[in-house]
């Protein structure tokens, strides 16, 4: 898709007013600014607007849209309050209008961004409004149809998505220097909005396709494309290495668990510079039965998404390079998936972990912190300056925090909180989550080092200590956990139904802090 930066509306509507509907004017408008929109003088034309808005009452609430066909093909779209608007704000507008676009067949969308404070009229505040703009779009018009069949070919040849995309902002006297910032952040959204949508088509791929072996021949073919070092161990492997842990969530499955770990260095790294190792753990359970402590029906349906974090992961490191960070990042997965047959673990199993601590398996249920224990201390073992793990880990985490938070915890509040500020800006919603010494208590085991269940309460943040067990505290570490927004049933904002790709644009925006 070809984005554009327009500095002035009078040639384009001249172009456009011709009654075709190969284009469409997309306006955002604030609740309460539905009759003063068109303060901006190169808006004056589009006065039949605001007469139609005041005819039909219209009330700009956030999401709430109208199209006005005649003169020129226009929609109309809230972005709520003024004093509420963010950057998300803008990618729902860019998203809706997509949407309208794509329904109406139209070649192109002209997005006329409501007037805005100062702030974001800066280098900075431009680049990321531009990368909003984009990723609405991109994220907005996303779908996973691979296997409908019918869909696939009805729609075969036809042009559905608009091409083109102008960005028009009202009131900003536009400079050469605010234009490149403009397109650097239009490319930059581009940029990861195909890392979210690679990361959603994966996670969105059933069990019957995107098996451990899948995932890791993934990870050996980004590898090879980008020139990355890649480390795969199979089963003999992992126990060899002590991973007793991660082996025993996988040991009930036909399709063997694999270890993966890639490496991506900058390419112009100095020999004699040291720089910055951060590590990227992904939960990568590829679907999750409960084990022997089998899910209710209701609450197994999409236990596909349940390696989102590997996803995550595995996005992030296909596209990381296009980037130019200046870090060596590392992504690692420890992909299984959990089963429930004869040879499958039992509650009450004890297990010796790659740390050397033991767990008493209380429920084979909760297995994604057994296969992230292991993951982690492999972590720490290699050494890093900042690990960040991504995980479907608790249904606690939804409980406290709905369904579109995520929960950040760890040990260090500098990195949690750089992380939930970055979130912020890439509009994906996260909230820290205390740990609690006086629940330590709920993971003592009467015959192991520690057991796998906290209890009733605080099931978030007894399971986040959990992992912080296998976490050097000399490193920095940062636990995500993604259980609530990572898929949708129904969908929301700019994500369509099923998997979001969560987590991938809040660290890709973390990451490029560290340019080269």
Known sequence: MEFKILDSLKDILKEKGDGKLESIFAFGIFEGDEGRFLQDKN???????????????????????????YPVYSTVCGVGKKGKFNYDSIRYFASISSKISETNRTKEIILIIPELSREYYTKSGLFYLSAAVAEGVELGLYKFKKYMTKDNEK??????????????????????????????????????????????????????????????????????????ECEIFDEEEIIKKGMNAFYGVGQGSKNPSRFIHLVYKPENKSKNTKIKRVILVGKGVTFDSGGLSLKPSDFMTTMKSDKSGACAVLGIMKYIDDFDVNLEIHGIIAACENMPDGGAQRPDDIVKTLSGKTVEIENTDAE???????????????????????????????????????????????????????????????????????????????????????????????????????????????HIDIAGPSFTKAGFSYNPKGATGVGVRTLLYYLIQHKI
């Not at 007469?51 to 039909?56: F, G, P, S, V, Y």
């Not at 960005?167 to 605010?178: A, N, P, R």
């Not at 490149?180 to 890392?195: E, I, N």
């Open 368 to 478: 994604g912190r057994l296969t992230l224990a292991d993951a982690l201390s492999f972590a720490s073992n290699i050494g890093a300056d900042e690990i960040i793990d991504l995980a479907t880990l608790t249904g606690a985490c939804v409980v406290a925090l709905g369904e579109y938070t995520s929960g950040v915890m760890g040990n260090d509040k500098e990195l949690i909180g750089n992380i939930i500020s970055t979130s912020q800006i890439s509009g994906e919603k996260m909230w820290e989550l205390p740990f609690d010494d006086d629940m330590r208590e709920k993971l003592l085991s009467s015959v192991a080092d520690i057991k796998n269940l906290g209890g009733k309460y605080g099931g978030a943040m007894t399971a986040g200590m959990f992992l912080e067990e296998f976490v050097s505290d000399k490193i920095k570490w940062c």
């Open 155 to 228: 729609n075969n040849n036809k042009i559905t998505d608009p091409k083109v995309v102008r960005v028009y902002f009202s009131g900003l006297k536009i400079t050469e220097e605010l234009v490149y910032s403009a397109k650097d952040g239009l490319d930059f959204g581009q940029k990861t909005s195909l890392a979210a949508n690679f990361t959603r088509d994966l996670a969105n791929e059933p069990g019957n396709v995107v098996t451990p072996a899948y995932l890791a021949n993934i990870a050996e073919e980004i590898a090879e494309r980008k020139n990355m």
């Open 43 to 69: 808006l004056k034309e589009f006065d039949f607007i605001y007469k139609r808005l005041k005819r039909i009452n219209f009330k700009a609430k956030k999401g709430k849209s109208t199209i006005i066909e």
